[in-house]
């Protein structure tokens, strides 16, 4: 197979759909790959959001590199140390997000910092807890490693002769990815775990929107009819896991702040959200198939 060298600068040139199709994606890799080192600073500080920061951004790196590793003869090497990190990652996130979470909820209830229940104050150290947990494996020596591998791989990269092709080809696989999330969220209608098979969803919804994202600078309005779309249900199914994570925190509580009257008033809360982001997810992905018909 015949292989060409990427440009040195990808990215100073504006982007068509005439663009190597290489150059672009090559582009949209070392962006985030900048973008990585200052999420993980902002972590090391263990600046508010920044575990999310992090962890979305690995998933968009990882997601493109993967899903356009067609266009390059070589790309970095897989890691089984970066699953766990992101599960680190998502577990740290997780606590943030609940802790924002029922924060709001006690504002819907009106009520102030003092009468907030005591499970509330745990969570609290639990989150710092593993924000300090997950630093340290943030911190160890292969994850430098590994950002260096795709530091030169950004500046290395070979095209494949998908590679050379124009840009306009990147489209094969957003039409891949588009039937990946259509077959994804038919199998709803008869999964015996719909919190599962909704969680699947989300994550093929994550993965198109990422891979149209890569293609909007030369793409245009045909890459974004495929992202806005991806991103707008992935946004509802990340509420809708959020909110079911709140609730069985609820139901995992001990008996006695179980079955006391404000965690209860909060659960049914959560039960009658679910219900609506259902609902919400179900029109916002028949819209979406209407869109594409």
Partial sequence: MSASTAPTHAGSQPMTASTRAG????????????????????FERQAPGSAGTVRITIHR???????????????????????????????????ERLRVHFSDRFDQLGLVAP???????????????????????????????????????????????????PASSLMG???????????????LSHATDLVLARDETRIAAREAHFLAEAA????????EDVAGPMADLEHLLTRYRQ?????????????????????TSLAELEKAHLRQLGEEIDRAAADMVERWR
Avoid at 117 to 125: C, I, R, S, T, V
Avoid at 173 to 187: I, P
Avoid at 216 to 223: D, I, N, R
């Fill in 216 to 223: 909007v600078p030369a793409l245009g309005q045909a890459a």
């Fill in 115 to 165: 009468e907030y229940p005591k499970w509330y104050g745990a969570l609290d150290n639990e989150m710092r807890t593993s924000y300090e947990q997950t630093e340290g494996i943030a911190s160890q020596t292969w994850v430098a490693v590994l950002l260096s591998q795709v530091r030169l791989f950004t500046e290395h990269a070979r095209f494949t002769r998908d590679g050379d092709k």
């Fill in 61 to 95: 790196l990882r997601t493109v590199i993967r899903g356009y590793a067609h266009l390059f003869t070589e790309t970095p090497p897989r890691s089984q140390e970066l699953d766990h990190l992101l599960t680190a990652l998502k577990h740290t996130e997780d606590l």
């Fill in 23 to 42: 150059v672009v994606v090559l582009a949209y890799i070392a962006d985030h790959v900048d973008t990585l080192n200052q999420a993980i600073t902002a």
């Fill in 243 to 263: 909110a079911v994570i709140a609730r069985n925190w609820l139901l995992r509580l001990p008996g006695a702040d179980r079955a006391d009257r404000l965690t």
């Fill in 173 to 187: 696989v957003l039409s891949q990815a588009k039937t990946h999330l259509l077959d994804t969220y038919g199998k």
